[in-house]
Each structure stands twice: as structure tokens, then as C-alpha cells.
């Protein structure tokens, strides 16, 4: 009985809320003298707490335009700033930083959903082994990590070394293609004496783990945050233009490094445990991303922004 008051009174104040709302932005409007859009880009500070507002107030809107403008690809983001201020009808001279300030946000919104489009062509790209830039990369990748091992031959056991499960490792890329060895050569490359600190690690006696499929498997789930937003909060926050793979493949190496540390404090079983592992560094992280004010914390020397 108690449950079902409860809901109809919620019920209430929802459609409450739903006639009133469009009532106050109106008296706001009156009072103020400056729209909704003006009201959050000069109230919220820069990145993702403005980028939300905005967002939000664009796909709420009446006007069909507006509403569509966070997904729309054909107007420059000066043009579609212009559009916007003509129908809401402000004044460019008296209202520079508004400008300036909306067009931040349609570069972070827009800038998002291109990365999205990146990361999903290299993923959907399959390792090919006949591909001499591909095979170029995989090189580079095992001499960059371990240039005092030589490897003796393209297909041999030596790969098991730095985390393959087979004798040729493009059969590991198959769930996340080119993305997988993008992402493992970046964190090589860019951060090479924590790259051959993690795979001292993960030879360890008793916690170890396999390096290259670890790297792969933090992969799918950097994929999925970037996918599923919870990569909005850190990346507008620390990228004031438009995300690129370079800011996604540095995400990556922040959560590998990270997991390293998070999987031998967890002090697992055996290897068989990396699933629930896994689960529950990935359930922190979202958690801590859900916070529009987040940053993953820099690890590197080198800057993300």
C-alpha cells in the first residue's frame, strides 16, 4: 500500500514537474534576459559539466534545429554556433564568450562521437599477416618491448614471452583487430620502461599473467567506457578541442598500468580469477568516471591533453 503511494505521488510530481518546467525556463527567460544556453554556458565551468548541460538543453529542445544539432555533421561549428544565436536571436557583439563558450561544447560533443567512429574502424580492421604495414607494427611492438630478445621467427613459441597465447599472435587480435596492436605499440612506445615493468609482472611466480592478452582485454574494455560514455567526463575535462585516438590510446595505457597494480593487490588465486578481476576494476572506474567533474589521474610524464 505504502509502495503504491509512494509511486503515484512520484508519478505526480513527474508530470508536475514536465507542465512547470517549460513555465520556469520562460520566467527565467523574462527575468534574466539571456536563454537557457546562455544561463549554462555562463553559469557551469568549462568541460564535461558544461558539455552535459548543453547537451542536454540542445536535445530538449522544441526547436527542431537545436534538437538535432548534437548529431548534426553537415554545419561547421561556426556555422552552427551562428544558427543558434540567430534563433534565439543574441547578439554576437554583446555575447562573445557565450559564443565562444557554445562553440567549445560542439567541438567536445561532435569531437566524442568521431573518436567513436575511429576507434570502431580500427577495431573492425582484422590483423592481416600479408599486410606489410601490419606486420611492420607486430615488429615493432616485440623490439620496442624486448629489443635485447631476438625473435626466431614470425611464427615460433618465442611470443608466449611477452603474452601471446599461440606461435602467431594475429590470432589474439581477432576480437579487437587493429585496435588491440594500436593501442599495445602506443603503450610501448610512449612509455617503454613502464611497458617492460608490467611485463616483469606479468612473469611473475605467482601472480603473473599474460602481458599481450591482458593489453588486449584492457582494450575491449576501454572500447566499452569510450562506447558506452563513460569516457566523456575524463576527455572533456582534459581535452578542451576534439578527442583523438591519441587521447584514447593514452586512456588505455593509464588503465593497463593501473589494472597491474589493481590485480596484485587483488593477490588472485591463479589466472582464472582475472574475469572477477577484471569485473571489479572496470565496476571502480565506471563508478569514478560517473562523477561529471573526473580525471584519471596522470601516471606518465607525458601529458593527455
Not at 23 to 47: A, D, F, P, S, V
Request: contains cysteine; glycine residues 6%; positive net charge.
Amino acid at each position: 500500500m505504502f509502495t503504491g503511494g509512494s509511486t503515484f505521488w512520484c508519478n505526480v510530481r513527474s508530470v508536475l514537474s514536465w507542465l512547470l518546467w517549460p513555465m520556469y525556463k520562460w520566467l527565467l527567460h523574462k527575468i534574466t534576459g539571456l536563454c537557457e544556453l546562455q544561463r549554462l554556458c555562463y553559469k557551469l565551468e568549462e568541460g564535461r559539466p558544461c558539455t552535459l548541460a548543453v547537451d542536454r538543453s540542445l536535445l530538449s529542445s522544441k526547436n527542431v534545429q537545436l534538437c538535432c544539432l548534437s548529431h548534426k555533421r553537415n554545419l561547421t561549428v561556426d556555422e552552427a554556433v551562428t544558427m543558434v544565436m540567430k534563433e534565439k536571436d543574441i547578439n554576437p557583439e554583446v555575447h562573445e564568450k557565450f559564443r565562444v563558450k557554445l562553440g567549445q561544447c560542439l567541438v567536445q560533443i561532435w569531437g566524442y562521437s568521431s573518436l567513436i567512429q575511429k576507434v570502431e574502424y580500427l577495431r573492425k580492421t582484422p590483423y592481416n599477416s600479408d599486410d606489410e604495414d601490419h606486420e611492420h607494427l607486430l615488429l615493432e611492438f616485440w623490439s620496442t618491448l624486448v629489443p635485447d630478445k631476438k625473435l626466431s621467427g614470425r611464427v615460433s613459441s618465442d611470443w608466449s614471452f611477452i603474452g601471446f597465447q599461440g606461435t602467431d599472435p594475429k590470432t589474439d587480435f581477432r576480437g579487437m583487430g587493429m585496435l588491440g596492436l594500436h593501442n599495445l605499440l602506443f603503450f610501448v612506445t610512449q612509455y617503454t620502461e613502464k611497458a617492460r615493468q608490467l611485463l616483469q609482472h606479468s612473469h611473475h611466480p605467482k601472480y603473473g599473467y599474460s602481458f599481450a592478452i591482458v593489453g588486449i582485454n584492457i582494450t575491449s574494455m576501454t572500447y566499452q567506457l569510450l562506447c558506452n560514455g563513460h569516457l566523456k567526463s575524463h576527455l572533456q575535462n582534459t581535452v578542451k578541442k576534439a578527442p583523438s585516438l591519441f587521447h584514447f590510446h593514452v586512456v588505455f595505457s593509464y588503465l593497463l598500468y593501473e589494472f597491474d597494480k589493481f590485480w596484485f593487490d587483488e593477490q588472485p588465486a591463479d589466472i582464472m580469477e582475472f574475469g572477477r578481476v577484471r569485473d571489479k576494476f572496470q565496476a571502480r572506474i565506471v563508478q569514478y568516471l560517473s562523477n561529471p567533474h573526473a580525471k584519471l589521474k596522470p601516471l606518465f610524464e607525458q601529458s593527455s591533453s
